[in-house]
């Protein structure tokens, strides 16, 4: 597992973010980011229902991210369509780190995706 400093770029939808990644040294890179094991609805389905739910669930997830975020990621760990898999955390006042994509499957905006580590 690796974790990394970002900064958000912006919110795809419920499941996906862009974020701009600190590599160190002053190196960033600009990634697409799957949140793993969250399955969002699609905010630009055909269906009228998951529309509207794929909307507020990108709207929250846009509420709940600062800009400054942690990632942590697999190495080489990539989804079907090639975008990194990770983990997104924000760091609150008190210094602790809450998992976001565990937040926004709690609060209901998204399911869990089974993963390998479901198995």
Do not use: C, W
Not at 74 to 80: A, E, S, V, Y
């Amino acid at each position: 597992m690796y974790e990394y400093k970002a900064r958000l770029v912006r919110v795809i939808d419920g499941g996906t973010i862009d974020a701009d990644i600190d590599m160190g040294f002053q190196v960033h890179i600009g990634q697409r980011i799957k949140l793993f094991g969250v399955n969002a609805p699609d905010p630009k389905s055909h269906d009228s229902v998951e529309r509207e739910k794929g909307l507020a669930s990108k709207n929250r997830l846009m509420e709940i991210l600062p800009k400054e975020i942690v990632v942590q990621t697999m190495l080489n760990k990539r989804g079907k369509v090639g975008r990194i898999l990770g983990t997104v955390l924000v760091r609150e006042e008190h210094g602790e780190l809450t998992n976001i994509n565990d937040l926004i499957i709690k609060e209901g905006f998204a399911t869990r995706y089974p993963t390998n580590e479901d198995k």
